[in-house]
């Protein structure tokens, strides 16, 4: 049973335009959550985290939003880069030591 | 810097093997976490590590263990390797602190392991 669920397995954006990376998730005691990057033949990379008492965090060009109601978190890459194409992770833990991730949505950004 | 490094890079094995993947964490990091993760999946936790304990353990048979040394590098051992056990490890470090070991993993670049 997958807890965390990232249901685009890929996405192709324009470089310029938005990126917007979606995350479900179903165990209500998830507190915290995480946006990993991860290149070919490199270990993922720590890009952004939310925690459950707010709704938004900015870092730059990434915004991750959490609505804790529906149980979805989004990642939005403003503006995109060719840079930016990679495997994003959606991560999250429940006040634990354990992290939870999804399967991941690879980013093409097209020149 | 050289951040965290994992050795070897690929390995091969034959079912029933057993394999031992080691792990050197950051400078200044603390804290070792493995990762197993299988073509097309994300990471899925196997155990932490911090002050030579185990300190949580996620979902994996008693064929997965580990330690972790004074110096705080880390390693995997897997017992009896199945088919199923070929993944990429992946090893991660942290500071010990609140919170810091979620925003502050580095991940090492991995180890692919193939059974056969």
């Known amino acids: 049973d997958q807890q965390v669920k990232q249901n685009s397995p890929s996405l192709s954006v324009q470089e310029g335009r938005i990126s917007i990376l979606n995350c479900d998730y179903t165990?209500?005691?998830?507190?915290?959550f995480l946006w990993y990057k991860k290149y070919p033949a490199e270990g993922p990379t720590f890009l952004i985290s939310i925690s459950s008492i707010k709704d938004k965090n900015e870092d730059g060009r990434f915004t991750v939003f959490l609505n804790k109601s529906a149980k979805h978190l989004s990642l939005h890459i403003v503006p995109s880069q060719p840079g930016d194409s990679a495997v994003y992770f959606c991560?999250?833990?429940?006040?634990?030591?354990?992290?939870?991730f999804g399967k991941g949505t690879k980013l093409s950004v097209i020149p | 810097d050289a951040g965290v490094t994992q050795s070897p890079t690929h390995l091969i094995k034959t079912r029933g093997q057993q394999v031992t993947l080691r792990c050197s964490p950051k400078s200044g990091h603390d804290t070792v976490s493995w990762y197993q993760q299988a073509l097309g999946q994300g990471p899925q936790f196997i155990f932490q590590?911090?002050?030579?304990?185990?300190?949580q353990r996620g979902n994996f048979p008693d064929r997965f263990s580990g330690h972790q040394f004074p110096n705080y590098s880390s390693e995997l051992n897997v017992n009896a390797l199945l088919l199923g056990d070929s993944a990429l490890y992946l090893c991660?470090?942290?500071?010990?602190?609140?919170?810091?070991?979620?925003?502050?993993?580095?991940f090492g670049p991995g180890t692919r392991l193939t059974v056969l």
């Open positions: 165990n209500s005691m998830f507190d915290y």
């Open positions: 590590y911090y002050e030579e304990e185990e300190r």
């Open positions: 991660a470090s942290s500071p010990e602190g609140a919170g810091a070991w979620r925003d502050e993993q580095f």
């Open positions: 991560a999250a833990s429940a006040g634990s030591y354990q992290l939870t």
